[in-house]
């Protein structure tokens, strides 16, 4: 099907994301504002406007009340999602580069980047709905600082239940804190390994929606890989020929999609057809790539899958958001292993 | 004692790095530089009278200070004298190690007159060898290495199935595989990651892998590639084999140098002889160096090497080098100069072999002869001219006088029967360029040469490997060079057929031209009939098949020309930056390679037909080498019965084809199926954590319908 085109945003996507209901897309970009928009007709609902500077990440609570942002101007503001007002306004010493809220919405983790001197954090605050919720408390719950010997942290988000928080650093590690203490649990090289790249920096973790219990990374070093939260134990390892900004893993089927491209500095010297602006489909189980889906003229920079499963949303450097609904023969795909399975188990019911 | 002060107590009071000795460590310093380095012991010097020890010492004196400064005084130079007569050996002390050295280096073994050789040896040797002991006296054989197997060189060609093996370089990694067609190429052995420093190359007859490291070169062969030899050379750049495999030439930008220590020399291939040269041959079989040369004055320094510097004779009798003004052709095994000397050509600017032996009308030497075609350009009084030269004896058996020539290329055909000279000639502005083809036909008597004329200039020639038919690409020189316009013709010529059907020896006919197209390339099979023409190296690659043998079943009559090209499929590859047939002439790989560009790089691999079998992108893809192979054993009447009995054999193959075909895909499934059971497995783990399945309410709270109200219809006339 034809994908709606979200024009709205005058520079480079950021971050995409839907609300748990899969009816709003949440979008944020290098233009200083946030925008939100019906997913079912691209109509946009209205813009947060207050940041001064580039937005690099946006979540909403799993209710659609509060929406949160983290902006380059060194600030974390909270939005009334029905409204579009501002409610509060975290002041932090360094760009914050990823927000996101617990599953019980209880909490917000923030990653602060590691610039000017100070240390990288990941700082999670409580979150209060009380009232009007603009009495939050600008006082951090918790500071997880850059650990000793390890490179900054680029990406965090919640486990199952806010139990941990996976965090990925630029060096392609991926570390695991306790999501009550803050205590550093383990590290494991996620990255840097599967071939021979310089630059490996991890750019996004999402994780699985069913149960949050697995989680995919993408990197620098054109590789993806599907993570076990318990043991983190890396189980599959996606490889593409283009360094990666983001992969999510999709509901009701067993596919991952990846995206990326070329990096944006070095688009202008390449075609479009060179620059490998395409999202890429794998499966999750086989890691074969089955398909990719063209239409961005930069690279891919956030990709976000309805909760449904219904479709998806990518946001690029081109300044576009592009929502794709998947055709019935998506749904239709299967591999003969796949098949088999589906008939012995029809067979047995 | 006095101040009732104790040692103890005046090393707790001082602390002893704090105190500054710098002035007694400078009184007492022991100087570094001062070492039995800086002696030389000479031997072999005349026994004499005492009268005479001032003119002696003055002579050597003279002759070592010119190595270097010597000490002064009986420091510097000292002879002992015993009984009033010298006693022939004497002392120097140099002021620079380095001096030492040099003197030793080339005053050692000077014959200073007729009686008296000089020995000059460091005193540290002295030392070391010299005194009883230290050199065993009783001979003890060097232990010869045990031989190690490195298993059957030719094995590759043993496989059932008749397939080539492929070379894949990605990344710093290379690897080995059989090609499977469709399917994943099979491994030979596990890829190997920084196998090469640079690049990765075949012997022309696929024995020897050659990988290219800092120190040198390293081969490899057998079913494992296991490490074979090791060729020495420091920066090596370049590589190049003999066509028999019997000698690698490598080219380094370092000139060779000896090391300092007789420890290193004694595992070093060159000597003082070879010292300053950049150019080596080598005797691939021991790994020794067979002879070494310098680099002509005139590609010292230069930016763009000519590669290769050294050409063989299809047996690797002969090699030749070409200088300036002369060609140097050597005799192998001992490379020695042919004839002891220099072959003189004036202004020669470039020459090739025939890549076959050449049986000449008038010979009567069993097996053809060898000969070599060369070139010079024009000069104030004299035209430039193409001349064939039979080797050894060096006699010029044909040349071709030609004028206003800009350029010459040789190409020889694969049986050494024909010589194509394309001679770009340049009208008599100057403005714009034509080509003509000369073809010396060398097996016929006194060697006729008939000449092409034709309005464009040749961009690039191409023989049909085994028959006399051949491809140019050419272009019309008008002038104007608009590169948006495609303006290259690509031609098909034949040998004129007489009456009788026979070939005359009289001209070629192009029997089908191409016009306005891009491409700058020819690709013959190996086998003959197919070939392949592209555009590469530039941004709309394309690779176009040709059947050029082409017979059309629908006019059964018509049946005696069978020279006809038809285009068998046109594909697309923008990337392409290299193309090449496999040895069996079954398939055709073409690659964008990351030495390049990075574009689409990867490979992608073809039938002959032009089926596209498998499309391959690798990041960081480098390069695709079709391990080659030795010519087939087959006789003729081999040849004729497998061509016989042709449908019998394919029906094996397509069997086996397709029972290959399935072992894959089943195994694919099996695997896949391995795959979905883990991943059950796995996430069985997780079934009892309550999963936060999405139950949402679909709830409507705004509905937007599209309702037609108003409905009006407009005729407008």
């Known amino acids: 099907m034809r994908p709606i085109k979200l024009m709205g945003h005058e520079r480079s996507l950021t971050q995409v994301k839907y609300n748990r209901e899969g009816d709003l897309i949440f979008s944020v970009s290098k233009d200083s504002s946030a925008s939100i928009w019906y997913s079912s007709n691209g109509e946009r609902l209205g813009t947060l406007e207050g940041h001064k500077g580039t937005i690099w990440s946006i979540d909403v609570d799993s209710e659609s009340i509060l929406c949160s942002t983290g902006s380059a101007d060194l600030s974390i503001r909270l939005w009334k999602v029905a409204t579009g007002e501002c409610v509060f306004q975290y002041e932090m010493s360094t760009p914050v580069r990823r927000v996101a809220f617990s599953p019980d919405n209880s909490k917000l983790l923030a990653v602060t980047d590691q610039v000017m001197g100070h240390q990288g954090t990941i700082t999670v605050f409580n979150i209060s709905y009380e009232g009007d919720y603009t009495n939050q408390s600008a006082e951090p719950e918790l500071v997880i600082k850059t650990r000793e010997g390890a490179t900054k942290v680029v990406v965090a988000g919640w486990s199952h239940g806010g139990e941990y928080i996976i965090a990925g650093h630029e060096d392609g590690y991926v570390s695991k804190y306790d999501g009550h203490t803050g205590e550093f649990i383990q590290t494991v090289q996620a990255h840097g390994k599967y071939n021979e790249e310089k630059v490996l920096s991890i750019t996004d973790i999402q994780f699985a929606p069913e149960d949050k219990s697995y989680f995919i990374t993408s990197s620098k070093d054109k590789c993806s890989t599907l993570i076990d939260v318990e043991t983190l134990e890396i189980l599959k390892v996606y490889i593409a020929d283009a360094p990666m900004n983001t992969a999510a893993i999709t509901p009701k089927k067993n596919f991952v999609i990846l995206g990326g491209g070329q990096e944006a500095r070095n688009v202008t010297t390449t075609a479009e057809s060179q620059g490998k602006f395409e999202a890429r489909f794998y499966h999750k189980i086989f890691v074969d790539e089955i398909g990719r889906v063209k239409g961005h003229f930069g690279p891919l920079n956030s990709i976000a899958v309805h909760p449904n499963g219904s479709g998806y949303a990518s946001g690029g450097e081109d300044g576009f958001i592009r929502v794709h609904s998947f055709d019935k023969s998506y749904f239709d795909f299967e591999y003969d292993a796949e098949r088999t399975e589906r008939a012995i188990a029809s067979g047995a019911t | ?717």
């Not at chain 2, 000139?255 to 010292?275: D, L, V, W």
């Not at chain 2, 100069?337 to 020669?348: P, T, W």
């Not at chain 2, 350029?407 to 394309?422: F, I, N, S």
Request: aromatic letters at 10%; one cysteine or more.
């Open chain 2, 1 to 717: 004692m006095v101040h009732g002060y104790t040692y103890e107590d005046l090393e707790k009071e001082i602390n002893v790095d704090d105190v500054d000795y710098t002035d007694l460590e400078a009184r007492y310093q022991v100087n570094q530089d001062f070492g039995l380095d800086n002696y030389v012991v000479i031997d072999g010097a005349p026994v004499t009278t005492e009268a005479k020890v001032p003119v002696l010492s003055k002579v050597l004196k003279k002759l070592l200070s010119s190595y270097g400064e010597l000490e002064d005084g009986d420091d510097g130079f000292y002879m002992p004298i015993e009984d009033g007569k010298t006693k022939g050996y004497l002392f120097a002390q140099f002021k620079e190690a380095d001096s030492a050295k040099k003197a030793i280096r080339q005053l050692n073994g000077k014959q200073l007159d007729k009686s008296h050789r000089l020995l000059v040896n460091s005193l540290s040797d002295i030392e070391n060898y010299g005194s009883e002991g230290n050199v065993p006296e009783e001979f003890v054989e060097p232990e010869i290495p045990e031989f190690k197997e490195h298993g059957f060189l030719k094995d590759w060609l043993l496989d059932e199935q008749g397939r080539d093996q492929l070379l894949l370089h990605q990344s710093e990694t290379v690897g080995i595989y059989w090609n499977k067609k469709k399917s994943d190429p099979e491994k030979v052995i596990e890829p190997r990651q920084g196998f090469t420093s640079k690049y990765a190359k075949f012997s022309p007859k696929g024995t020897y892998l050659c990988s290219i490291h800092p120190q040198g070169v390293q081969s490899w062969g057998g079913p494992e590639f296991e490490s074979l030899s090791k060729y020495i050379h420091n920066q090596v750049r370049l590589i190049d084999f003999s066509p028999n495999e019997n000698y690698l030439v490598t080219l380094s930008p370092l000139p060779i140098t000896m090391p300092e220590t007789a420890a290193e020399r004694a595992h070093f291939p060159f000597k003082e002889e070879n010292e300053g040269h950049k150019l080596v041959i080598w005797d691939i079989k021991t790994g020794e160096p067979a002879r070494s040369f310098a680099l002509p004055p005139h590609l010292e320094g230069q930016k763009e090497m000519p590669w290769p510097l050294v050409k063989w004779s299809h047996d690797d009798k002969y090699c030749a080098r070409q200088g300036p003004n002369a060609l140097a052709i050597y005799e192998t095994p001992s490379f020695q100069l042919l004839n002891k000397k220099l072959v003189q050509i004036d202004s020669i600017v470039d020459f090739e072999w025939a890549p076959a032996s050449v049986k000449l009308a008038n010979s009567k030497v069993e097996g053809g002869e060898y000969l070599l075609s060369y070139w010079t350009p024009e000069s104030s009084n004299q035209t430039a001219r193409v001349a064939l030269m039979q080797i050894p004896s060096t006699q010029v058996l044909r040349t071709t006088n030609l004028f206003q020539v800009s350029d010459c290329k040789m190409h020889w055909h694969d049986e050494g029967k024909y010589l194509c000279v394309k001679v770009d000639r340049h009208t008599k502005s100057g403005k714009t360029v034509f080509s003509n083809l000369e073809f010396f036909k060398t097996t016929e008597k006194d060697i006729p040469v008939e000449k092409l004329e034709l309005k464009e200039v040749v961009v690039n020639f191409a023989w049909e490997p085994k028959t006399e038919r051949f491809i140019t690409i050419s272009r019309l020189d008008d002038g104007t060079n608009n590169p948006a316009i495609p303006k290259n013709i690509i031609s098909f010529y034949a040998p004129e057929l007489s009456q009788k059907t026979k070939i005359t020896s009289s001209s070629y006919k192009c029997y089908d031209t191409i016009e306005k197209k891009y491409s700058n390339t020819i690709f013959w099979s190996p086998k003959g009939r197919f070939a392949v023409v592209a555009t590469i190296g530039k941004s709309n690659g394309e690779i176009e098949f040709y059947d050029c043998s082409y017979d059309d079943d629908k006019k059964p009559g018509n049946n005696k020309d069978v020279n006809k090209a038809k285009l068998l499929k046109a594909e697309k590859y923008g990337g392409m930056t290299n193309l090449s047939w496999d040895p069996s002439g079954r398939f055709v790989a073409a690659w964008s390679s990351a030495w390049i560009h990075t574009i689409e790089n990867g490979y992608k691999l073809f039938e002959f037909t032009g089926n596209m079998l498998r499309d391959d992108t690798k990041d960081q893809f480098k390069e695709f080498i079709w391990r080659p192979r030795p010519a087939s054993l087959l006789s003729a009447a081999d040849r004729k019965r497998v061509r016989k009995n042709l449908r019998e054999y394919s029906a094996q193959f397509d069997e086996a084809d397709a029972m290959e075909a399935d072992t894959a895909t089943r195994e694919a499934i099996l695997n896949r199926r391995r795959l979905l059971e883990e991943w059950r497995d796995y996430r069985s783990k997780y079934a009892k954590v309550e999963s936060t399945e999405n139950e949402v309410q679909a709830e409507i709270i705004e509905e937007i319908k599209e309702e037609i109200i108003e409905e009006k219809e407009e005729v407008i006339e």
